[in-house]
């Protein structure tokens, strides 16, 4: 297994230290990207993508990397170098609360996480820890997730749409109770009128949207924005032909999806094997 090592800087942005220190582990762990994703669990073009410095990924992937090549803390400290300035980062997602707050219709793409307007108290606490929160501020932070569900709860409510990538159905919790509850949830949201739940299945392949999750907003002034995630790093966007362009990526992955009947019944098969199965 790879060795720590000081990173010595030979590139100085960090975004590409980041990138170069990824491929570097991975060629003397002697693991090709297909490899490497089968072993953690996650599609190998997000490592391909991390290491061209096209994404960060999220920090639960970071983690789990830096447990691979026995790095502790190394690969995680390049991440939160290579987000760059989490004032702005702040700034630009309080803006994207206010947005959701308005909009008429939501659509979403999920890559590996449920989003937290569907998430559970036990899903939320596990993604949260995940990402290093512990304490008061995780409590609080559990608390104003669950605040977001009613976005989606009330006569009132905007119609939303979320496509869920099969991966983010086969990660389960490590508390097989809070993973049962939490399919259960999904499985009674998705028969409410306002929501529509699809999963796109692993057989669907490669696609526009791998690596990130997206969220579309449509704002009652009829002007459209789109949010896309790496875990806790994001980009907010305005521009009218960037937006354009995602949408239509969303629309092609849309049309790989099961149908909202089908991915129910997926759902609900989900739910049977982890009540089933007393491994979990």
């Known amino acids: ?27 003397v762990s002697g693991l090709s990207l297909r490899q490497l994703g089968e072993r ?10 991390m290491e061209k410095g096209e994404t960060l990924g999220s920090p ?19 991440w939160e170098l290579a987000a760059g300035d989490h004032t702005q980062f702040r ?14 219709s939501l659509w979403h793409f999920a ?10 108290p036990g899903y939320a606490r596990a993604v949260l820890v995940a990402g290093g929160l512990k304490g008061k501020e995780l409590e609080q932070q559990v608390e104003a997730r669950l605040g977001r569900r ?18 983010v159905l086969r990660t389960p919790l490590q508390d097989a109770d809070d993973w049962r509850e939490q399919l259960e949830c999904l499985r009674e949201v998705a028969e409410r009128p306002n929501v529509t739940i699809q999963v796109l299945p692993q057989r669907a392949g490669l696609h ?3 690596g990130v999750d997206v969220w579309y907003l449509l704002l009652p002034q009829g002007r459209t924005v789109a949010y896309t995630e790496n875990g806790y790093w994001g980009q907010l966007i305005e521009e009218a032909s960037p937006v354009v362009r995602l949408q239509k990526t969303y629309d092609a992955v849309r049309d790989l999806a099961l149908t909202p009947a089908e991915s129910r019944k997926f759902i609900l098969r989900m739910l049977e094997e982890a009540t089933c199965d007393p491994a979990t």
């Open 111 to 120: 890559v590996s996480v449920l989003p937290g307007l569907l998430q559970t």
């Open 60 to 78: 639960e992937v970071v983690q789990a990397l830096d447990t691979h090549y026995g790095t502790p803390g190394l690969l995680l400290a390049l």
């Open 91 to 104: 700034e630009r997602y309080r803006r994207y609360m206010a947005l959701e707050a308005e909009a008429v």
């Open 208 to 210: 526009g949207l791998l």
């Open 1 to 27: 297994m790879p060795q720590r090592r000081v990173v010595t800087g030979r590139s100085q942005e960090p975004r590409q230290r980041f990138a170069e220190e990824l491929r570097r582990l991975r060629a």
């Open 40 to 49: 953690l669990g996650w599609d190998w073009s997000l490592f391909g993508k």
């Open 150 to 167: 009613e976005l989606l709860e009330g006569e009132e409510a905007p119609p939303f749409r979320t496509i869920l990538s099969e991966a």
